[in-house]
């Protein structure tokens, strides 16, 4: 008995010993990450209704964008003057020569923010969250125009996001 007795204490010592020469250090690191601002634009077609055109009245319409940026990223979005614009003017054309003006507008009113044509501004101080935003495109046939030939009218505007 006294020799297991021994043999154990020799083998607590042998242990205790051997734990002692165990050691840690440590360390910290950095995590890092930058996420860069990117933003899509996709449109739906403006198509002004009904197909008749009136020189009497006004004729409206409204498209959207749909914007998706990265969340907070800030953007603006600016609208081409289109295929056919001239001397201030949006113009839709049919055949060679047959043309019908349009402006795009900014508020629902079309009156006091043109997207297009004469004065116009960019949409801006715009905020990305992350998902898809709907942004309004209202377009406007002004009356007054000489009476236009029947057929179909077509013009192509780019819009363009900047962030």
């Given at each position: ?128 969250s992350g998902a898809n935003q709907i942004i309004n495109v209202y377009g406007r046939v002004p009356s007054g125009q000489a009476s236009a030939p029947t ?13």
């Open positions: 008995m006294l020799k297991w007795i021994f043999n154990t204490i020799v083998l607590l010592l042998y242990l205790l010993a051997h734990s002692s020469w165990a050691a840690t250090a440590t360390t910290t690191f950095q995590v890092t990450a930058f996420v860069n601002a990117t933003c899509t634009i996709s449109s739906s077609p403006l198509a002004f209704s009904p197909p008749s055109y009136s020189s009497a009245v006004n004729l409206d319409a409204t498209s959207t964008l749909t914007v998706n940026c990265t969340n907070l990223a800030p953007y603006s979005i600016a609208m081409g003057q289109g295929n056919n614009f001239s001397g201030g003017t949006n113009r839709m054309l049919n055949g060679a020569s047959n043309f019908l003006n349009y402006t795009l507008y900014q508020d629902v009113a079309r009156t006091t923010t043109p997207w297009t044509g004469t004065g116009s501004t960019p949409l801006t101080n715009q905020q990305g057929g179909a009218y077509t013009d192509s505007v780019i819009a363009t996001i900047t962030y």
